[in-house]
Nanobody, 122 residues
Framework: QVQLAESGGGLVQAGGSLRLSCVVS????????MGWFRQSPGKERELVAR????????SYADSLRGRITISKDNAKNTVYLQMNSLKPEDTAVYYC???????????????WGQGTQVTVSS
């Protein structure tokens, strides 16, 4: 059974930082594209970062580029999202997801975590 468990969200002031973690079981992160998505009320779920399976090549949404870093630890089967210079508009539920493809759409990701809430106060 595949499980993705996010943690690390919380309440932070604007300009602050958070590091999200996604502990994965039932699949190996070295064989899947791992992505971080976010969704805020009334908006579609958007991909904020992804990291490729073998080469660990990262890719970022333009709106967050320069403020976030995705990484993974194959030995711990865990994916991370470091977020810096947070803004109130970054407030959302952040989800970890796994895909066999390098595509961008949420529908291309077969496995999802339950999400972790990030709230940035002004």
């Amino acid at each position: 059974q595949v499980q993705l468990a996010e943690s690390g969200g919380g309440l932070v002031q604007a300009g602050g930082s958070l590091r999200l973690s996604c502990v994965v079981s039932g699949l190996t992160v070295s064989t899947y594209t791992m992505g971080w998505f976010r969704q805020s009320p009334g908006k579609e779920r958007e991909l904020v970062a992804r990291i490729s399976a073998v080469s660990a090549t990262p890719s970022y949404a333009d709106s967050l580029r320069g403020r976030i870093t995705i990484s993974k630890d194959n030995a711990k089967n865990t994916v991370y999202l470091q977020m810096n210079s947070l803004k109130p508009e970054d407030t959302a539920v952040y989800y970890c997801a796994a895909s066999r493809t390098w595509r961008l759409a949420a529908s291309d990701y077969a496995y999802w975590g339950q999400g972790t809430q990030v709230t940035v106060s002004s």
